[in-house]
């Protein structure tokens, strides 16, 4: 009954809380971008003041200051902590988010102003529509809903906001670990509202992300750039080094070729395969998406466990190569090619490094050229996976077979989210990522959007989550 209640009253409400979203929305809090960072502060403090307004109690931990590449300084943002609830027979919820968006602008492509949220046929399009705000304030009326009705919340919240997760969550490792006997150590599970559904219609609960191991492969040999038509042919030159190692490093289908990578990852159990079986996913679709005509592979759970599941090797691209429009005849003096692997459990960074500096080192030494080579390991984070069949997934499946009248998938993620693993580790308790927003949001993209269905439904489903944390 209590449900029933609740996603009335947010049915009733819903012109009110996406005015809300409108106003954080229209707050441009890009952290990359040292002209907008008072945006991030000001956005920090709205949400605080949103906060203050349901009880609960707020303070800004003081973040340091950061050293930008240009030599400047600039004063980071603070980290938000917030406490709803000190019931000491009630256990108590972690919930994190993030306040700070991607860079933006109307000439990168967008269809409306980026910084305005703009409804049409049914979307919300805006920066920070779905990553994150949406999700953030989406908390922020369930617990406002429940407080209206005077329905008791189940449980103690903790709220951890930040304002730098689009530039490498700088500062937040540190302050939650400063934290973590005061702030965190009655934590007992920690909920994430930071990704996106596999489809567009069925909800999901996501168990696992992949890590990242990025790298450069540096190449030079003459003193500067050169002249093709006067040096060409009598030099070794560094980029056809370079396009001859990268071409090395996957076959056609994208199977990585690297020695020893393979045996790192953990094998597949049966239980783990049986999601795959369970998972709605349209191949098809997909291809349509994405615009391509074929996959490397196009059987449902290959596909998915390739983007999930599995390893993979991509290159980004080529620092020092002629990159822009026309003809340039220059052979370039040095190049760095820069490749990652999304790494899986049980793949550990350092491992992954010493595989992967061992096998470049080994293709250089059979390619010959006396050009200068340097394998350069550059940042890594590990990758995370929880127990799906744990109570707080349960009682999570629960509360969105309420509002969705299905049984969500459980999946995992390609991308990285490290704060998850940080959570894991700090408080030994269970994470889960409970998503609201559709695969079609375009996050970082040109014309993000969230779809009023998601943002109401889920607004709903974060309020039957907290009922259902009763019954674990």
Same mark, same amino acid.
């Given at each position: 009954?209590?449900?029933?209640?609740?996603?009335?009253?947010?049915?009733?409400?819903?012109?009110?809380?996406?005015?809300?979203?409108?106003?954080?929305?229209?707050?441009?809090?890009?952290?990359?971008?040292?002209?907008?960072?008072?945006?991030?502060?000001?956005?920090?403090?709205?949400?605080?003041?949103?906060?203050?307004?349901?009880?609960?109690?707020?303070?800004?931990?003081?973040?340091?200051?950061?050293?930008?590449?240009?030599?400047?300084? %600039? $004063?980071?943002?603070?980290?938000?902590?917030?406490?709803?609830?000190?019931? #000491?027979?009630?256990?108590?919820?972690? +919930? @994190? /988010?993030?306040?700070?968006?991607?860079?933006?602008?109307?000439?990168?492509?967008?269809?409306?102003?980026?910084?305005?949220?703009?409804?049409?046929?049914?979307?919300?399009?805006?920066?920070?529509?779905?990553?994150?705000?949406?999700?953030?304030?989406?908390?922020?009326?369930?617990?406002?809903?429940?407080?209206?009705?005077?329905?008791?919340?189940?449980?103690?919240?903790?709220?951890?906001?930040?304002?730098?997760?689009?530039?490498?969550?700088?500062?937040?490792?540190?302050?939650?670990?400063?934290?973590?006997?005061?702030?965190?150590?009655?934590?007992?599970?920690?909920?994430?509202?930071?990704?996106?559904?596999?489809?567009?219609?069925?909800?999901?609960?996501?168990?696992? %992300? $992949?890590?990242?191991?990025?790298?450069?492969?540096?190449?030079?040999?003459? #003193?500067?750039?050169?002249?093709?038509? +006067? @040096? /060409?042919?009598?030099?070794?030159?560094?980029?056809?080094?370079?396009?001859?190692?990268?071409?090395?490093?996957?076959?056609?289908?994208?199977?990585?070729?690297?020695?020893?990578?393979?045996?790192?990852?953990?094998?597949?159990?049966?239980?783990?395969?049986?999601?795959?079986?369970?998972?709605?996913?349209?191949?098809?679709?997909?291809?349509?998406?994405?615009?391509?005509?074929?996959?490397?592979?196009?059987?449902?759970?290959?596909?998915?466990?390739?983007?999930?599941?599995?390893?993979?090797?991509?290159?980004?691209?080529?620092?020092?190569?002629?990159?822009?429009?026309?003809?340039?005849?220059?052979?370039?003096?040095?190049?760095?090619?820069?490749?990652?692997?999304?790494?899986?459990?049980?793949?550990?960074?350092?491992?992954?490094?010493?595989?992967?500096?061992?096998?470049?080192?080994?293709?250089?030494?059979?390619?010959?050229?006396?050009?200068?080579?340097?394998?350069?390991?550059?940042?890594?984070?590990?990758?995370?996976?929880?127990?799906?069949?744990?109570?707080?997934?349960?009682?999570?499946?629960?509360?969105?077979?309420?509002?969705?009248?299905?049984?969500?998938?459980?999946?995992?993620?390609?991308?990285?989210?490290?704060?998850?693993?940080?959570?894991?580790?700090?408080?030994?308790?269970?994470?889960?990522?409970?998503?609201?927003?559709?695969?079609?949001?375009?996050?970082?993209?040109?014309?993000?959007?969230?779809?009023?269905?998601?943002?109401?439904?889920?607004?709903?489903?974060?309020?039957?989550?907290?009922?259902?944390?009763?019954?674990?």
């Amino acid at each position: 009954m209590a449900y029933e209640l609740i996603a009335s009253e947010i049915d009733k409400n819903k012109t009110r809380f996406i005015e809300r979203l409108r106003e954080a929305v229209e707050i441009p809090s890009v952290s990359a971008e040292a002209a907008y960072r008072n945006e991030v502060f000001r956005m920090t403090d709205w949400t605080q003041a949103n906060m203050e307004k349901l009880g609960i109690k707020c303070r800004q931990i003081e973040n340091g200051i950061e050293d930008r590449p240009d030599g400047s300084k %600039l $004063r980071l943002p603070p980290i938000l902590f917030g406490h709803l609830g000190e019931d #000491k027979s009630k256990k108590t919820l972690l +919930v @994190y /988010g993030h306040l700070d968006v991607q860079p933006a602008d109307i000439h990168d492509g967008w269809n409306t102003e980026p910084f305005k949220l703009i409804e049409i046929d049914g979307k919300l399009f805006g920066r920070g529509s779905s990553d994150d705000k949406g999700p953030v304030i989406a908390w922020l009326n369930a617990i406002e809903t429940m407080q209206a009705l005077n329905i008791e919340i189940p449980v103690n919240i903790k709220f951890v906001f930040e304002g730098m997760e689009e530039s490498g969550s700088t500062g937040l490792d540190e302050i939650l670990e400063q934290h973590k006997e005061e702030f965190l150590a009655d934590v007992d599970w920690t909920c994430i509202s930071d990704n996106y559904w596999l489809g567009k219609e069925k909800p999901c609960l996501t168990y696992g %992300l $992949r890590g990242l191991c990025y790298y450069a492969v540096e190449i030079s040999a003459p #003193k500067q750039d050169l002249h093709s038509g +006067v @040096y /060409g042919g009598t030099i070794y030159e560094p980029m056809n080094d370079l396009v001859w190692i990268l071409s090395r490093l996957t076959d056609l289908k994208g199977n990585i070729l690297v020695d020893g990578i393979n045996e790192l990852v953990a094998p597949l159990t049966e239980d783990e395969l049986k999601l795959y079986d369970q998972i709605e996913f349209d191949v098809e679709a997909y291809k349509q998406d994405v615009g391509v005509k074929t996959l490397t592979v196009d059987d449902k759970k290959k596909v998915l466990m390739n983007r999930w599941r599995y390893p993979t090797l991509s290159i980004h691209g080529i620092e020092g190569a002629f990159h822009g429009p026309g003809a340039k005849t220059v052979i370039p003096a040095k190049v760095v090619g820069k490749l990652s692997i999304r790494i899986v459990p049980n793949m550990e960074p350092e491992q992954t490094d010493a595989l992967v500096v061992a096998f470049l080192n080994k293709l250089w030494k059979e390619r010959g050229s006396p050009n200068k080579f340097r394998a350069i390991p550059f940042h890594s984070g590990r990758p995370w996976v929880a127990d799906f069949n744990h109570p707080h997934y349960q009682a999570g499946a629960r509360a969105l077979e309420k509002v969705y009248g299905v049984k969500p998938d459980f999946t995992r993620e390609g991308g990285s989210i490290p704060v998850t693993l940080t959570f894991q580790n700090l408080t030994g308790k269970s994470v889960m990522l409970l998503p609201i927003g559709a695969c079609d949001d375009m996050a970082h993209s040109q014309n993000e959007k969230i779809n009023v269905f998601n943002y109401i439904e889920g607004t709903k489903a974060l309020a039957a989550y907290l009922l259902e944390l009763a019954h674990i």
